[in-house]
């Protein structure tokens, strides 16, 4: 065992440069202020919000392999827009710091925790990563260098640093996670390598073993394709999707591919990777501009699902063969040009897949001689017809993935975010039983229906809905991924207590959404999802929260006390 001993660095005013911090408010500085705290004393880096200090970096003892603890204050100066809403969040949103070890290329970031005591009372101390400092320094950026950021504040107070003798283990029987990265990063993509590393890499680290990266939105593409049309930059901001086509097409300009680099860093990084394509709508009204104003949902409105009155649906169908083609050339592209490992359908938003369009009409009519429309919404022979329609779909990918497996001679593998439970599967077209019969779904994501028809009842993804769908992949080589990011029990159950409850049901492994494994900067949430498939440890979880953040009572900030009666919080 080590007999090094632990070490607080509480003086961050010793960061480099010297001339990057001031001990009164100067333009695009650190501020530099002294605190007393339980136990230690130290001055803590402050970099207010709409202020871009440069980065600062703070040399480590050569400690060896050790456990970085790192201490955050959450109680800064809020934006002045929280200010001007009565309704004030109570999340710390709007404080996050960011950071690196000095031989890493990206960065990480940290979110302060909650704890039930006042905001101002306390220093939110997060587990952050165990390496070897020995040699390294740590460095500390502020998160105002994106436009989303601008209103973000940092504020650090100290380091933290625990020799031990071993790391933590991820054996290769425990990678049972997958993470699903949708494109939008607090509104931006991805601007660099950098950026993508800061998105896949903390994952390395983890029970992951797939990650699903969107590359398109239908035929809005999120890089160089061919085949359909790259995000444009419209250049408003406040109009969805906000700058993520401005960062796309600086990669663009630097002839960066960004699939190619995250493909590169995902395999670098020992993890699957799958190319994602997620369907395309308009966002919540009014933001109800298209991605690409050339983009098949607005030059083809022919192509749309039409409800059973004839009114037309924002979401393209299946029905139609150009639907169809449209995404078979996009995934026979990306299959082809990228070390890709899979594809996913994200079917869990964006539905309908199929409504009442000609096709379906005239395909029911045929079989059953009645018209679709007359019939009640939820007659399980229009849930037949469309899920014909899907089938077909799904039968022309596998052929499409076949062929390029045969030129590339690797196995592409095809996963299906799909609805909460069978019953709704059926209503949208997601024929289970035939999928899993004909093997046109490799990994299976029941996921929670958002946007569920009322007469079809439970949305949430439950352990009860898991095991139906275990009762269909039992005996098949199909794993059974439930999304575990979203809480079905609504705050009343643990995610540990909820993942052991789904692979009780019959769960393979587990989705946790972005923003989860990976986190927003949240460690104590991302320290235990990411470990979620050590299945046989999950009852041990909650004891590791304790090991992981806690609060650390503040005496004086700048010599003076905060006594919520008598001290600065009094607020003049």
């Known amino acids: 065992m080590t007999q090094r001993k632990e070490q607080i660095l509480s003086d961050l005013s010793k960061v480099q440069p010297a001339e990057a911090i001031a001990e009164t408010p100067t333009s695009d500085r650190w501020l530099v202020i002294p605190y007393e705290a339980e136990g230690f004393s130290g001055k803590m880096l402050w970099s207010p919000w709409r202020s871009q200090p440069p980065e600062v970096t703070l040399p480590l003892p050569d400690l060896g392999l050790c456990r970085i603890h790192v201490g955050i204050y959450g109680c800064a100066e809020t934006p002045t827009w929280t200010q001007q809403n009565p309704r004030k969040q109570t999340r710390y949103h709007w404080n996050r710091l960011e950071l690196r070890l000095s031989d890493e290329d990206w960065f990480d970031f940290i979110l302060p925790e909650r704890f039930a005591l006042p905001a101002y009372s306390y220093f939110s101390e997060s587990y952050w990563k165990t390496a070897n400092v020995s040699g390294k320094s740590l460095i500390f950026a502020p998160c105002s260098r994106k436009e989303a950021c601008l209103d973000y504040t940092t504020l650090v107070t100290y380091v933290r640093l625990v020799p031990v003798d071993y790391d933590d283990t991820w054996p290769r029987e425990t990678k049972r996670l997958v993470n699903y990265y ?95 394509q997620r369907r395309q ?176 009842g439970e949305w949430r993804c439950t352990p009860e809905a898991v095991a139906e769908f275990a009762a269909i992949t039992k005996g098949t080589s199909v794993r059974l991924i439930p999304d575990c990011g979203y809480d079905y029990s609504e705050g009343k159950v643990l995610v540990e207590h909820r993942a052991a409850a789904f692979y009780d049901a019959g769960a393979d492994g587990l989705q946790i959404m972005q923003g989860s494994v990976r986190g927003f900067g949240n460690k104590l949430e991302d320290h235990v999802h990411r470990r979620l498939g050590h299945r046989d440890e999950l009852g041990g979880l909650n004891l590791l929260r304790s090991q992981i953040a806690r609060a650390i009572t503040i005496k004086t900030i700048a010599g003076l006390p905060l006594d919520r009666y008598q001290g600065i919080v009094t607020c003049g």
């Open 182 to 276: 949708d494109g939008n990063f607090n509104g931006h993509f991805c601007q660099d390598v950098s950026d993508i590393k800061t998105q896949i890499a903390p994952l390395a680290q983890s029970d992951c073993d797939t990650i699903f990266w969107t590359t398109c939105r239908e035929d809005t593409c999120l890089y160089p394709t061919q085949v359909g049309h790259v995000l444009p930059d419209h250049g408003t901001p406040g109009v969805y999707p906000h700058w993520m086509g401005r960062d796309l097409h600086r990669m663009l300009r630097r002839g960066e591919d960004p699939l190619k680099l995250a493909c590169d860093v995902a395999h670098a990084c020992g993890l699957k990777i799958f190319a994602s």
């Open 281 to 456: 709508t308009c966002r919540v009204a009014p933001h109800v501009f298209p991605l690409h104003p050339e983009a098949l949902l607005v030059g083809r409105p022919d192509l749309r699902c039409v409800d059973s009155t004839g009114a037309s649906v924002p979401h393209l169908s299946l029905a139609y063969p150009e639907v169809r083609q449209m995404a078979l050339d996009l995934f026979g592209e990306q299959t082809r040009k990228y070390d890709l490992d899979g594809v996913h359908l994200f079917w869990g938003r964006g539905v309908p897949l199929v409504l009442y369009e000609p096709p379906v009409i005239e395909a029911f009519v045929r079989e059953f001689r009645e018209d679709p429309r007359n019939l009640p919404k939820d007659d399980p022979r229009i849930y037949k017809t469309r899920g014909k329609v899907v089938l077909t779909f799904l039968r022309g990918l596998r052929k499409k993935l076949r062929e390029v497996e045969t030129a590339k001679n690797k196995k592409l593998r095809m996963a299906i975010t799909v609805m909460n439970n069978p019953r709704v599967c059926d209503y949208f077209g997601m024929d289970i039983q035939t999928m899993v019969k004909e093997e046109l779904v490799d990994l299976l994501i029941p996921f929670p229906c958002h946007y569920l028809p009322e007469f079809l």
